[in-house]
């Protein structure tokens, strides 16, 4: 299947990120992917799609660098040129980072890493960006379960995504009558390099996390990666300002 929708995916270097380029690639998306300071990696996850029979270009974004973004936008123009192309259809807002710790511990470094990244960024590249997306785009933001349920040392990153979400709707109402859709996808625990890979790797975090999931296990990047394609598919096409939790139930 092929499709004449291009998208870009922050952050694509690894994790959620890679998993999203996959599988909007395997549903005919052409994706163009950014990462901050890792070029081996993106090229990994760009040889991956093309290898599956996909069109995919890296780009360097740092979304706390906004400076940056109005070289970045003229770099996206370009590149979606090569593609003949004037517009991006879908912009996933996955590039992230967390930071975790007791209220005693969190230094204002701490906080305001968090939020310049996962907040100030993603508005920021959506304000840029808009004009690319106009008559028919579509945003997924990439928040998280913690926005619902709470867990001890999470608040900073918890804050910084349900303020993600809050954006997402707001965005969603003014961005409508320019045909633009905004929704936000909402892991749960995803066996993925985030936060040091502990939910991947640590299998004490894993057995207690599966445990408190209605599927009785942590998630993988690959589901995630297809919730975000099926969330931008034309089948969900009259969905905007929605939270969609990709989580198996977990903290129920």
Do not use: C
């Not at 004490?204 to 996390?209: N, P, Q, V, W």
């Amino acid at each position: 299947m092929t499709t004449d929708k291009i998208a870009l995916v922050t952050g694509a270097n690894r994790g959620l990120g890679r998993a999203a380029a996959r599988a909007l690639a395997a549903r005919g998306v052409r994706v163009l992917i950014t990462h901050r300071d890792d070029a081996a990696e993106a090229e990994k996850t760009v040889g991956e799609v093309r290898a599956a029979g996909g069109s995919a270009d890296a780009l360097r974004l740092d979304i706390s660098d906004l400076a940056s973004f109005p070289s970045f936008t003229s770099t996206l123009r370009e590149r979606l040129e090569r593609w003949s192309a004037s517009r991006l259809d879908i912009l996933v807002n996955n590039a992230g980072v967390g930071v975790f710790g007791p209220l005693e511990n969190v230094t204002t470094d701490d906080f305001d890493t968090t939020m310049d990244v996962n907040v100030r960024g993603t508005f920021f590249l959506i304000q840029s960006l808009a004009p690319l997306l106009t008559g028919g785009g579509h945003i997924i933001n990439v928040s998280s379960s913690l926005t619902r349920h709470t867990s001890p040392a999470t608040s900073v990153y918890s804050a910084s995504k349900a303020a993600v979400e809050a954006l997402g709707r707001t965005l969603a109402v003014e961005l409508g009558p320019r045909g633009i859709r905004v929704n936000s996808v909402a892991p749960g625990p995803t066996a993925t390099d985030f936060n040091g890979g502990a939910m991947r790797d640590d299998a004490e975090m894993r057995r207690g996390l599966a445990g408190q999931t209605a599927l009785g296990r942590v998630g993988e990047p690959e589901e995630i990666g297809d919730a975000i394609a099926t969330l931008a598919s034309d089948g969900l096409r009259w969905a905007t300002a929605q939270r969609v939790e990709v989580s198996g139930g977990a903290f129920l």
